[in-house]
């Protein structure tokens, strides 16, 4: 490891952090009852409440660390349609019609959370710029291409292929061999989002507290009692929505989520010359690896935030900094003496079907299992879930009563990750 790769200040913390300031410590005491009682406050956890407190329901936010510790405020900020199984892939498990409206509820996400932003006038930088989906060899670069031609009808999204010899206009290097602009994806500043959606949840009249894990929830039809570090709160209903994060509090849950990490770095400030260079158009990138990299600049366009997961096992930022920092230089040679500024993690939650989940288990709400994209998804399901809660049927989304599959011998360790990784990250060199 290079010592001083990392700048004298570097963080390990998110980049985003130093935009919002986080919430401090929070010594507000629990309320008795609660109409409803949301665990966790990402993206999920917000909107649901959003939902029902803004129809007058009495709503309690609760989280183990500040207020957004958890992904929501770590992520890259892109924004896709999150659905990661293709089209065959569901009609062969769910049949056509129900594929094609998980499809349909994926780009309404990411439409919607545009619309949301805007609505709510929160400013987060949000911006469509496209994503640039790299080939990472030309095995896949034929594929992509095809897969652009065969859009299954009634589910085109506005693409643009790019050979390998346009590519430069795209991305500042030669390393793919082209790849797929989606040109309805968006970035966004997820901290100030969040912040943004934090200040309209409790203009709403909502209670949010931090540092305040729920340890317990008992109940049943009649209503539920939350044990939480600071206290007990009953309440009619309860939101779990702590995805990456679930843990014994919902055994049930956790047997469903494999917690995975994903590691970020942000560079110290590039020449502007050079960014112009690197990243000629602004968009999101990310490549066909099944180990992707994705990485974009930052919102005032001076930084490279490059992500992905450089380790078989969890490790520390300290350890996936630098070795992020090769993966980028690999990339953009020209980066080599450029040095990182902050590295840090956060757990997404992958499901044994790759898809996100909403449902109810022993009357308890839930959505959960973005398999690492929910910027969208999170935010749509949050509110799907709010509305649920409430009763209402546009609360009704495609992914409703799918089966969350676990499988044997699971119990929310993931003993197969390391040996999965690995296999995919030689799978992914082979043909490069
Ligand atoms: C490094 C990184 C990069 C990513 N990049 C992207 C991207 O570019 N685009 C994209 O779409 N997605 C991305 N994601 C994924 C995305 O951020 C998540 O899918 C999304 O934020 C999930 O939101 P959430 O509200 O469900 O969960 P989170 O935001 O993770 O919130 C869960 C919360 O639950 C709390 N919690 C857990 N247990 C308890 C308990 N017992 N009591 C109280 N609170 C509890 C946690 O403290 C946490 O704050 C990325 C994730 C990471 C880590």
Same mark, same amino acid.
């Given at each position: 490891m290079t010592p001083d790769l990392f700048t004298p200040d570097c963080k390990f913390t998110p980049y985003w952090w130093d935009r919002v300031p986080r919430p401090g410590s929070d010594a507000k005491t629990l309320p008795e009852r609660a109409d409803v009682v949301v665990i966790g406050s990402g993206y999920t956890g917000l909107h649901a409440a959003l939902q029902t407190a803004r129809a007058g329901h009495d709503t309690l936010v609760v989280d183990?660390?500040?207020?957004?510790?958890?992904c929501s405020t770590r992520n890259g900020g892109q924004i896709s349609? +999150?659905?990661? $199984?293709?089209f065959d892939v569901l009609a062969r498990r769910h049949g056509e019609e129900r594929a094609r409206a998980i499809l349909r509820d994926g780009q309404r996400s990411l439409a919607w959370v545009g619309e949301f932003v805007g609505a709510e006038r929160i400013?987060?930088?949000?911006?469509?710029?496209?994503?640039?989906?790299?080939?990472?060899?030309a095995t896949e670069f034929a594929g992509l291409a095809r897969r652009v031609a065969g859009q299954p009808k009634g589910l085109e999204v506005a693409t643009q292929v790019v050979p390998r010899a346009e590519q430069r206009a795209e991305?500042?290097?030669?390393? #793919?061999w082209g790849g797929v602009v989606f040109l309805q994806h968006a970035s966004i500043d997820p901290a100030r989002y969040h912040q943004g959606l934090l200040e309209r949840v409790l203009a709403a009249g909502a209670h949010a507290v931090g540092r305040?894990?729920?340890t317990g929830i008992e109940g049943g039809k009649d209503g539920y009692v939350v044990h939480t570090a600071r206290g007990t709160v009953r309440a009619r209903d309860v939101v779990v929505?702590?995805?990456? #994060?679930? %843990?014994?509090?919902?055994p049930w849950l956790r047997r469903r989520v494999i917690p995975i990490g994903s590691y970020m770095i942000a560079t110290e400030p590039l020449p502007e010359a050079l960014m112009a260079r690197l990243m000629p158009k602004d968009r999101i990138v990310s490549d066909t690896r099944k180990v992707v990299f994705y990485y974009r600049a930052s919102p005032d366009g001076r930084r490279i935030l490059f992500g992905g997961r450089v380790s078989t096992n969890e490790t520390d930022p300290r350890v996936s900094g630098p070795r992020l920092h090769a993966e980028m230089v690999k990339l953009f $040679?020209?980066?080599?003496?450029v040095r990182v500024s902050h590295s840090w993690c956060g757990f997404v939650a992958y499901t044994f079907d790759e898809l996100m989940h909403i449902g109810r288990h022993d009357g308890i709400h839930y959505a959960m299992g #973005?398999?690492? +994209?929910?910027v969208g998804m999170a935010s749509y399901l949050g509110m799907r879930l709010g509305l649920q809660v409430l009763g209402r049927?546009?609360?009704?989304?495609?992914?409703? %009563?799918l089966a969350f599959q676990t499988r044997p011998f #699971?119990?929310?360790? $993931?003993?197969f990750l390391a040996p999965s990784v690995r296999f995919y990250q030689w799978r992914d060199r082979q043909g490069t």
């Open positions: 183990a660390e500040d207020a957004g510790w958890g349609t +999150s659905v990661k $199984p293709a400013d987060c930088d949000f911006r469509v710029v496209g994503r640039f989906h790299a080939a990472h060899n991305l500042g290097t030669d390393a #793919y305040c894990e729920a929505a702590t995805n990456g #994060y679930t %843990g014994r509090l919902t $040679p020209e980066t080599a003496a #973005y398999c690492g +994209s929910g049927k546009e609360g009704a989304t495609a992914l409703d %009563g #699971y119990t929310g360790r $993931p003993w």
